[in-house]
């Protein structure tokens, strides 16, 4: 629910969080300018620019210690693939880089890039929450998300209100799917699974 200040509401269990700010609305073009560190797989920091170019889609975890954040980049990857080219993938967790090594032991087949808002200049973090609209009021963590861009442009915008399970990867990815031709190379290689398996 937003509200007058432009925050709004989620709900982790039985508490209410504030997330600060508006959320991206679809249609309109990725804000500012950042500088994310690197975590998991990722040689260089994740800039604005990188997200201004092709199709990306960007999912945001508040703690990967956690199995629904180990949930959202394990279904991510895998359903990804079913898109023929699959588009890039980035995750940006609130962790230390640190927390990536159990994701790393338990599923070393994942590669898609990793990175972490904990050892980022605070510039940079206000920034990109601000432009996803993840942010938490009065804390450190970010807001489970899935965002897909395509030059820059936001085509699909996931931010649940049930902050305690992850996005709903299939139905997301399968409303991408159906979006046209904004996303013309972003097809599946075969029909979409049923939603309910």
């Known amino acids: 629910m937003t509200e007058s200040t432009g925050s709004r509401t ?12 508006p959320a991206p609305q679809v249609g309109t073009s990725l804000v500012g300018d950042f500088a994310i560190a690197p975590a998991h797989f990722a040689p260089a920091p994740l800039l604005a620019a990188d997200l201004r170019h092709g199709p990306v ?10 199995h629904a954040c180990i ?14 080219p699959p588009p890039r993938l980035v995750h940006v967790a609130s962790d230390p880089a640190r927390h990536w090594t ?4 338990y599923h070393p087949k ?5 990175y972490t808002l904990g050892e980022t200049e605070a510039h940079s973090r206000d920034v990109f929450k601000a432009a996803f609209g993840v942010g938490v009021r009065g804390h450190r963590r970010i807001a489970h998300g899935l965002f897909a861009l395509r030059d820059g442009i936001f085509l699909a915008v ?7 399970s992850p996005p709903p990867v299939k139905s997301f990815l399968h409303r ?4 046209g031709v904004a996303v013309d190379h972003l097809t ?9 398996g």
Do not use: C, W
């Not at 889609?57 to 210690?65: G, R």
């Not at 996931?158 to 305690?164: F, L, W």
């Open 10 to 21: 989620a709900y982790l269990g039985e508490t209410v969080i504030e997330l600060e700010g």
């Open 57 to 66: 889609v960007v999912s945001t975890l508040p703690n990967i210690e956690k």
């Open 71 to 84: 949930f959202q980049i394990v279904d991510l990857e895998e359903e990804l693939e079913r898109f023929d």
């Open 102 to 105: 159990e994701v790393e032991q």
């Open 110 to 114: 994942l590669r898609a890039p990793g």
């Open 158 to 164: 996931e931010i649940p209100d049930d902050q305690m």
């Open 176 to 179: 991408l799917s159906h979006v």
């Open 188 to 196: 599946p290689q075969r029909p979409a699974r049923s939603l309910e």
